[in-house]
């Protein structure tokens, strides 16, 4: 008789995994995911991690072949820091609509009508925009970068229109702030928000910066998604609503099992984080795809700005 369909899929999912195991000995090669990747992804990833852990585990690297689960602007932050490294992107379609909403020449407009000012870019920006910036930042250093700025330099900050929101109030700064914005983060209402609060009235909620205002309002603890993974860890409480993409839960429920996560809205999903699975992870592995590679007229600057904020993180 032939075995259930779930047992089947399971089956299936060791071939898989054991196969990339096999793989990544043979090519000497590490898998690391982000936060927000799916359930599959994240447990078969050597290292799981938001955007400045990813950076400094990519500037680390041993290996010779890094496949990046994640989308475009992180797998291209790895391949400008581990220039000699083969870096892959199982999907090559993975990309963010965020750093899609400023190109370079936007920010040489900015920098033309703001001359001597900083421009700073969140991580969540191409290479090309990168290059053009002075200073990169995470969610999870964005005040720190601005407040190495002194005070009276102008700054620029790009492409979020929240975090940069959320670190000018942070700082009581002036600055010149590009609108762009994360559709995923846009699509949790205040409402979600509320109702879960009021369902879980000891819930400590945790929102990304790159929430709209009303979320970040509504916040007890404004953190990246790294910073999430330690805050509940350490935190006394046993009850989490954690506003972000909802990849983020499989962590902290894996490292959390006495403590509960509750999501706002289930609308909270990036379908960029979710192209990658396990299958691909193999496939990426068998066939060395898809290459990220970075023109080293851009990858120079842009290092620049990506070793700048390292220096100071
Ligand atoms: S969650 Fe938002 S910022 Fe992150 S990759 Fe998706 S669209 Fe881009």
Same mark, same amino acid.
């Given at each position: ?133 002075? &200073?990169?930042? +995470?969610?999870?250093?964005? #005040?720190?970068?601005? %407040? @190495?700025?002194?005070? /009276?330099?102008? =700054? ?65 603890? &404004?953190?990246? +998604?790294?910073?999430?993974? #330690?805050?509940?860890? %350490? @935190?006394?409480?046993? /009850?989490?609503? =954690? ?71």
């Amino acid at each position: 008789m032939d075995a259930p369909v779930s047992e089947r899929n399971r089956r299936m999912m060791e071939t898989i995994e054991q196969r990339i195991e096999v793989l990544k000995r043979e090519r000497n090669a590490i898998v690391i995911a982000h936060n927000y990747e799916p359930d599959e992804v994240q447990a078969l990833a050597d290292f799981t991690g938001d955007s400045l852990e990813l950076s400094r585990k990519a500037a680390a690297l041993e290996e010779e072949t890094v496949v990046f689960c994640g989308v475009r602007f992180m797998a291209e932050t790895a391949a400008i820091l581990a220039p000699e490294k083969t870096v892959l992107l199982p999907d090559r379609h993975a990309g963010c609509p965020m750093a899609d909403m400023i190109s370079p020449e936007d920010v040489r407009e900015l920098k033309a009508k703001h001359p001597g000012a900083a421009a700073v870019c969140y991580v969540n920006s191409s290479a090309a925009v990168k290059a053009e910036c002075d &200073l990169c930042c +995470t969610s999870s250093n964005a #005040a720190k970068i601005v %407040a @190495s700025i002194p005070a /009276e330099r102008e =700054v620029i900050f790009v492409p979020d229109t929240h975090l940069g929101h959320h670190v000018r109030s942070l700082l009581d700064r002036e600055m010149v702030i590009w609108d762009g914005y994360c559709p995923t983060h846009s699509r949790i209402r205040e409402a979600d928000v509320l109702r879960e609060k009021a369902a879980h009235p000891e819930a400590v909620v945790m929102a990304h910066p790159e929430c709209p205002e009303p979320i970040r309002r509504l916040a007890d603890e &404004l953190l990246s +998604t790294g910073q999430m993974c #330690a805050f509940a860890k %350490a @935190s006394s409480a046993r /009850e989490f609503v =954690v506003a972000t993409e909802r990849g983020i839960l499989y962590r902290l429920r894996n490292e959390n099992p006495d403590k509960r996560f509750y999501s706002p809205t289930a609308r909270a999903v990036c379908p960029n984080m979710k192209k990658i699975d396990a299958e691909k992870v193999l496939w990426a592995l068998e066939d060395l795809k898809y290459r990220v590679t970075v023109p080293e007229e851009i990858a120079v600057r842009a290092r620049k700005a990506i070793e700048a904020m390292l220096a100071l993180s």
